[in-house]
Nanobody
Framework: QVQLVESGGGLVQAGGSLRLACAASGSIFSINSMGWYRQAPGKQRELVARISSGGSTNYADSVKGRFAISRDNAKNTTYLQMNSLKPEDTAAYYC???????????????WGQGTQVTVSS
């Protein structure tokens, strides 16, 4: 069983900062990548940031220069540092890990339950 647990969401004023964390646990052979997605009510879920096993990163254009993703491979944890938050960043943020459970098994995407980020104006 694989579980992803997010933490760090909350309510902040515009211009403030939050740091999200996502820890993967369970039977995991390897993690190919970890990332963060967000979804606002009535909108599609969108990629916010992703980091590969080798440390390569990519970001949505809307968050470049404001957000930074990192990972601690020893702890199977990824972090999302969010600075200069805007009201349009308000959404449920979901952690995703693309991982392999067993040797030579398929890679699959696993999702956390989400953590709410609300930015007031």
């Amino acid at each position: 069983q694989v579980q992803l647990v997010e933490s760090g969401g909350g309510l902040v004023q515009a211009g403030g900062s939050l740091r999200l964390a996502c820890a993967a646990s369970g039977s995991i052979f390897s993690i190919n990548s970890m990332g963060w997605y967000r979804q606002a009510p009535g909108k599609q879920r969108e990629l916010v940031a992703r980091i590969s096993s080798g440390g390569s990163t990519n970001y949505a254009d809307s968050v470049k220069g404001r957000f930074a993703i990192s990972r601690d491979n020893a702890k199977n944890t990824t972090y999302l540092q969010m600075n200069s938050l805007k009201p349009e960043d308000t959404a449920a943020y979901y952690c995703q890990a693309v991982l392999i459970v067993v040797l030579k098994g398929p890679s699959r995407a696993y999702w956390g339950q989400g953590t709410q980020v609300t930015v007031s104006s």
